[in-house]
């Protein structure tokens, strides 16, 4: 009696309660007033899920219009082309759409929200067609927008409420580290952490602040060709205890390993760090003019080491854009240089 579609989707006949000589006899009709709504007339198509009609307007021609609007054929399809309505009507689409929706409510029958029980209210024929073909293809369930939104909403507060406590947790694991740094001496650094940290500084421009420097990832400049290199600069400031990790850093950036015994690892590029304070009751902006000092006392053997260094990570950036130009693969070309 009832088809199935190629959409599962139980497509049936609406025929107007009144007047209609013959009503099919797989569909049902009763009346309902509901006063809120000022709904004059119901009709309810059996079928599942199927448009039901709320009326809320007794005039013949819109009645008609509405109803011929959401009839569905039993092969699944529309009745009725929109445009042949719209040439019967005289009217555009949108005026045509407007009419319908001023002239009655329109529901799904067989679909409820599955948290409050609210049928989904639609508009037009592609609202009902997609959430009709949601509704399916989600297991037979639907959520309203309303309760959507609630969900959205207590996704978000959870998410904060486990930021929050991962930032407490991260902040009890650095703090100690942090308050444990020893103090150094910018002004007697090797050349090569001078000259790391020095750029590390200027690259990070307005990302340093005083003794915090934020994660790479944010600064706007590149402090290397490659971010192999920009790594092995922070973690080398990092070893030798010039800087250390934040406990401001954002907790995604760490994997806490064993919360009890202190273990974690962390992305150098995605954490923040804190510079060590100056000997010497120096003021953390005189760092700039003491790593000056030091790599103005050049030294040869470390500058050429420097250099090959920037050099070879300039290499692998260009080679790299390369690879990706002419699709070859980057690993591959690397492994057959000589
Ligand atoms: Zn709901």
Redesign the pocket.
Known sequence: MIKSSEYTLHFCCATRLRGSPAAPNHLQFFSVQLEHFKVLRVIRMICHPAPILCFLSDNEHKLDMCTRYWSMAENGTWAEKVTMLQEESGRSQRELLALIAASCRTYINGIR?H??G?RPEVGTRQQFIAISKAFISNRHLH??N??AQAAQARQMADVAAEEGRKKVQLSELLAPIEARMSLVDYGALEYTEAFFLYSALLAAGECWQGRHIMSVRVQPQNLAPTAEMATAIYMRLYDEGIIALSSCSSPKAFNVVDEAAGKFTFSPLEVAWTLALPKNDMPIEGILASLEKVLAQRDPATITQLWSMVAEAECERYFGELCTRYRFSKEVVFEIAP
Do not use: G, L, Y
Request: glycine content about 0%; hydrophobic content about 10%.
């Open positions: 929200c948290e409050c609210e959520r309203c309303a309760c």
